[in-house]
């Protein structure tokens, strides 16, 4: 414990130091009570001085929902940038237009993150640094959210539209009851990803909500920590139980080989099964689905039997129906895993667009193998060679027309033979012949009526 009276200056210019971040100030408020005091009072004055090293979001809603209602006249200001120094967000909050650059200067990252946190619940418009005008509103309440490419391409920008953003997927997620959580484009990065851990969490509590019909997380630069946390969030508490999963997903979101891995782990043993899995654009080379397919393929311990007739056979009602892989880059070493059926009984729609490192004589050992039955549910495969003209793609559609024409044919096949069977158990035991009524003559004839006669 700290004696107050000789080291009270020490903690002074210790509070004093540009180099101690706002998240070392927070935590010693919790050390004891004189640390407590001190660091409270430096936290009370007039201006708040931040560096880039404090641009997380802890920090800056400590800024926003603590220090602002409690220190009257806060401003903030963002160490070595000149535009706005100072910055009252009680008074930028109620600017119908706020600007982040002029004609010589612009916005630093630093000002504009914590400023685009202090905005979130603003109903302004903000002007970015190429010139459109932003609705905060609008960023934080609509459905659908699109930024283009040039509205992402500055820091600055990014991270003035980021405190919004990030408010409408905290209202998404909040308004989840275990059927729709749809989070696609809301361009959320692995820090944004950590910090929705705990409410994801809650919104996957197994109490609460059982299987669950769509969850988007498209067009999100999650990176590998994407697959890791949403696995963990939907089964890291449901140990008895498979977890349901109509519809997944998670195209374009960088998940990588890793990020493949960590949401397939939980497939081996059953603990999740999803019905269309959508994987496009996530970078997937051949470690990636040599472990996704591992995951659809396994049945671990909680796979299910049922009897049919006298047999006892599998029951596949919740594998894979449809699975999109495209836009990836593995090559023909990895595209050999799809040549494996187990795992996909129930595959209806299979995507493979724009596989630029899959050579066509894999295409083409697809196809044949779709027209021996290696899908036997399979109604349509998206494919083409991505690096040849259209007139020389494989025809991999006519393969899957092949295949359900054999169905057709042995479906009618096995109906003709049911019917045959039928009507021979018919014939033998007279079932269903049609009743007809005999006359005495008729009785006569077939009987012998003179006497000592034997029939």
């Given amino acids: 414990m700290c004696d107050r009276f000789s080291d009270q200056g020490i903690l002074d210019n210790v509070l ?37 090293f404090d641009c997380t979001i802890a920090n800056a809603r400590f800024v926003i929902r603590v220090l602002l209602p409690r220190v009257p006249g806060l401003l903030v200001c963002a160490r070595g940038e000149r535009f706005t120094p100072k910055m009252d967000f009680r008074k930028l909050r109620v600017l119908p237009n706020v600007r982040v650059h002029t004609s010589t200067c612009c916005m630093g990252p630093t000002a504009a993150y914590f400023l685009g946190h202090a905005l979130a619940v603003s109903n302004g418009n903000v002007r970015l640094t190429m010139g459109r005008k932003k609705s905060l509103a609008a960023l ?53 990803l950590k910090h929705l851990r705990r409410p994801l969490y809650r919104a996957f509590d197994p109490p609460r909500y059982g299987p669950y019909k769509t969850i988007n997380l498209s067009g999100n630069p999650l990176g590998p920590l994407g697959g890791e946390i949403l696995a963990e969030a939907l089964c890291s508490r449901r140990r008895s139980t498979v977890v349901r999963v109509q519809s997944l997903d998670m195209s374009d979101t960088q998940l990588g080989d890793e990020g493949v891995a960590k949401l397939a782990a939980p497939m081996p043993g059953g603990g999740l099964k999803i019905e269309e899995l959508f994987l496009a654009n996530v970078n997937m080379g051949n470690s990636g689905l040599k472990a996704l397919m591992h995951g659809l393929r396994a049945r671990g311990g909680h796979w299910h039997a049922r009897w049919k007739g006298k047999d006892f056979v599998e029951d596949t009602s ?20 799809l040549m494996c059926a187990i795992g996909l ?50 025809p991999i559609q006519k393969a899957v027309k092949y295949w359900e024409a054999q169905r057709l044919v042995k479906k009618h096949d096995d109906e003709w033979k049911a019917f045959e069977t039928q009507f021979e158990k018919q014939q033998r035991f007279g079932v269903g012949v049609p009743f007809r009524k005999r006359s005495l003559s008729d009785l006569r004839g077939e009987v012998d009526w003179t006497p000592g006669a034997t029939n």
């Fill in 16 to 52: 004093l130091s540009p180099q101690l971040t706002l998240a070392s100030k927070r935590a010693m408020l919790l050390v004891s009570r004189f640390f407590h005091q001190i660091t409270d009072a430096h936290l009370r004055h007039p201006e708040l001085h931040v560096s880039a």
């Fill in 140 to 192: 934080r309440e609509r459905s659908r959210v699109y930024l283009d490419a040039h509205e992402r391409l500055e820091e600055v920008d990014c991270n003035l539209v980021a405190g919004a953003l990030l408010a409408n997927a905290e209202a998404r997620i909040e308004r989840f009851h275990g059927f729709d959580l749809n989070l696609s484009s809301l361009y959320l990065n692995p820090t944004t």
């Fill in 318 to 337: 919740l594998d894979v129906q449809v699975l999109d892989l495209s836009e990836n880059v593995f090559n023909d070493e990895g595209f050999e895993e």
């Fill in 345 to 394: 009984s129930r595959l209806r729609v299979l995507s493979i667009r724009k596989l630029r490192r899959v050579s066509k004589r894999s295409l083409v050992k697809l196809g044949n193998a779709v027209r021996e039955g290696l899908y036997p549910a399979i109604e349509d495969i998206c494919a083409d060679n991505g690096t040849e003209a259209a007139s020389k793609q494989v």
